[in-house]
T-cell receptor, first 114, second 108 residues
Framework: EAQVTQNPRYLITVTGKKLTVTCSQNMNHEYMSWYRQDPGLGLRQIYYSMNVEVTDKGDVPEGYKVSRKEKRNFPLILESPSPNQTSLYFC?????????????FGPGTRLTVL | GQNIDQPTEMTATEGAIVQINCTYQTSGFNGLFWYQQHAGEAPTFLSYNVLDGLEEKGRFSSFLSRSKGYSYLLLKELQMKDSASYLCVYDSGYALNFGKGTSLLVTP
């Protein structure tokens, strides 16, 4: 089944404790991205990747890191999480690098930073 | 990102028709998406308009006017399962810009 998977789905952590949220797609998509969704603010892009070893900042990259060593995986890293990073996070992928391509979203990761 | 305006909430009755409007700034335009998102779930693709006019897809239709910076999503024969948030997404060619979403409640 074609899908985007994220792990973990739910995470409660404490300020300053490094964490990684994994994202994997099995559709051989070139483009992958991370979004956060907060009440009243909608979806905002954190980072995106056009292809392996190519990553770029989105609208809200501060406090996050990403890597794209393989085509299928695009982990999101929070080196020192803070409470303002409490949010619902979505990973997405699309076939090509054109924004016109339909985005396929993962199921979401609900992160709480205490 | 580009300013995208859509109503925050709407309520409609099962079986009825509802139109969700979206306006956006018109500088640099590639296309406009509509996504559906049920509470706590991932957004799912509904439609994509790049040319002016109406695109019909079953019970859902999407309209675009590029000169007016205006789009709407039309939902016919509303069902309870259509209760969700509907996201207007503007493609500027540089990035996808998500509206804050319209929360639609379908009542019996």
């Amino acid at each position: 089944e074609a899908q985007v998977t994220q792990n973990p789905r739910y995470l409660i952590t404490v300020t300053g404790k490094k964490l990684t949220v994994t994202c994997s797609q099995n559709m051989n998509h070139e483009y992958m991205s991370w979004y956060r969704q907060d009440p009243g603010l909608g979806l905002r892009q954190i980072y995106y990747s056009m292809n392996v070893e190519v990553t770029d900042k989105g609208d809200v990259p501060e406090g996050y890191k990403v890597s794209r060593k393989e085509k299928r995986n695009f982990p999101l890293i929070l080196e020192s999480p803070s409470p303002n990073q409490t949010s619902l996070y979505f990973c997405a992928s699309s076939l090509g690098t054109e924004f016109t391509d339909t985005q396929y979203f993962g199921p979401g990761t609900r992160l709480t930073v205490l | 990102g580009q300013n995208i305006d859509q109503p925050t909430e709407m309520t409609a009755t099962e079986g009825a028709i509802v139109q969700i409007n979206c306006t956006y700034q018109t500088s640099g335009f590639n296309g406009l998406f509509w996504y559906q998102q049920h509470a706590g779930e991932a957004p799912t693709f509904l439609s994509y308009n790049v040319l002016d006019g109406l695109e019909e897809k079953g019970r859902f239709s999407s309209f675009l006017s590029r000169s007016k910076g205006y789009s709407y999503l039309l939902l016919k024969e509303l069902q309870m399962k259509d209760s969700a948030s509907y996201l207007c997404v503007y493609d500027s060619g540089y990035a996808l810009n998500f509206g804050k979403g319209t929360s639609l409640l379908v009542t019996p």
